[in-house]
Every structure is written in C-alpha cells, then in structure tokens.
C-alpha cells in the first residue's frame, strides 16, 4: 500500500532539471508533496486532488495522472536549495490514512 | 508565531518503562498525526485525529496510544516501549484531511 518513489536518489548540476515520480497500487484520493533537509522536519510543497490538476509554485511543479495513480513533482533550473529528501504522501479518500513512499533523496551540486 | 511543539525532543528509556511524548499545536488545526521515521522506511503514520475525541489508527499503530482530549494537545503513549521503537518522531497538524500538514521539530527516542 505505500507509495513507490522513483528514482530512489538522483544527483543534479545547477539549473539542471529533475522529475520525482510516485506510484500506488490503489485508487488515490490525494497526494501529498513534502520536501525534508537533513536534520530537520518535514516541509509541505504541495497537495493534488484527484481530477488530473498541475500546480506549481516557483520552478517546482507537480502533476497527477488519476487514471495511472501516479504523481510527478517537476523540478525546474535546480538550486542548491533544492537538495534534501523528497517525500509523496498519499490518501485513498477524505479521512484516510496517509501513507507516504519512502522517499527520493536529491542533490544539487555546484 | 504559529507552531506544532513537541517535548521531549530527546529520550533516552529503558524496555518497559512507560513513556509520554506531548504534542501541542496553536493553529486551532483539527487534524493532528504521529508519525515515526526510520532509515530506508520514510515517514509512517501511527495514530490520526480528525478531531476531538476521533482518532484513527495509522499504518504502525501497534504498541502506541492516543488521545485527543483537547483540540491542541495530541500525546503519544508508549505503555510498554521496547526497543524496536527506537525511532525518530514527529507530531504533525493541518485544518483538515488533505489539507498542508506542519510538522514539529522531532522527538528522537531510544530504548535499550
């Protein structure tokens, strides 16, 4: 039932691009996007809603394939900034459990 | 300044000893969760509450309590801690289901 993250690390140049995928085996109600540096807690990015909606903010971008269960998160013109470990969340419907994928670690380097 | 605290942020415990983790949000947020993190595991739900006096359990409840006695407060019990509990936790709240969560600063708690 938990989410599969995709590529499980991934090491990128400044301004080079990436794309962080998550797949489940199940219907999916939301995924759920967070965004945790070492040593510290986990930081909500974003959330999609079944209905196939892109969003975005700055050069960070997510989509979901409701009909594929699956949720890409859109790294654009990478920064420094961006390096930590990358964690989809997901829910089969409102109220339930979320489960997330174990997590996709990246690096920008300079 | 709005926050989700968490005490103690370190523990160290002995099999068996019972143990309370406090969890204390000022959002006036109705959903609150424990999660624990483990290396290669990500995050794990153990308990969620969608409000006062609901709670769910997660996907590791075994060998945790809850309660949601007040809206802010969302204590993490561990009757009987052993050492497979060793872990690091986190406290989480949000307004609602599939809503943003904001995450306390972690609990790192060990058992020998």
Redesign the interface.
């Known amino acids: 039932?938990?989410p599969v993250q995709s590529p499980q690390a991934v090491i990128l140049r400044e301004g080079e691009d990436a794309v962080i995928n998550c797949s489940s085996s199940k219907a999916l109600?939301?995924v759920?996007w967070?965004r945790q540096k070492h040593g510290e807690?986990?930081?909500?990015l974003m959330?999609l809603?079944k209905g196939g909606e892109q969003k975005g903010h700055d050069k960070i971008s997510a989509s979901f394939n409701e009909k594929k269960q699956q949720s890409s998160l859109y790294l654009t013109a990478s920064q420094l900034s961006y390096s930590g470990t990358y964690?989809c969340?997901t829910?089969m419907g409102?109220?339930?459990?979320?489960?997330?994928?174990?997590?996709t670690i990246l690096r920008v380097k300079s | 300044e709005a926050q989700v605290t968490q005490n103690p942020r370190y523990l160290i415990t002995v099999t068996g000893k019972k143990l309370t983790v406090t969890c204390s949000q000022n959002m006036n947020h109705e959903y609150m969760s424990w999660y624990r993190q483990d290396p290669g595991l990500g995050l794990r739900q153990i308990y969620y509450s969608m409000n006062v006096e609901v709670t769910d359990k997660g996907d590791v409840p075994e060998g945790y309590k809850v309660s949601r006695k007040e809206k802010r407060n969302f204590p993490l019990i561990l009757e009987s801690p052993s050492p497979n509990q060793t872990s690091l936790y986190f406290c989480a709240s949000s307004p609602g289901s599939a809503r943003e969560q904001y995450f306390g600063p972690g609990t790192r708690l060990t058992v020998t």
Do not use: D, M, R
Request: hydrophobic share 40%; aromatic share 24%.
């Open positions: 039932q938990q109600y939301s759920h967070y807690a986990p930081v909500f959330i809603l964690f969340g829910e409102y109220g339930n459990k979320l489960v997330f994928g174990a997590g």
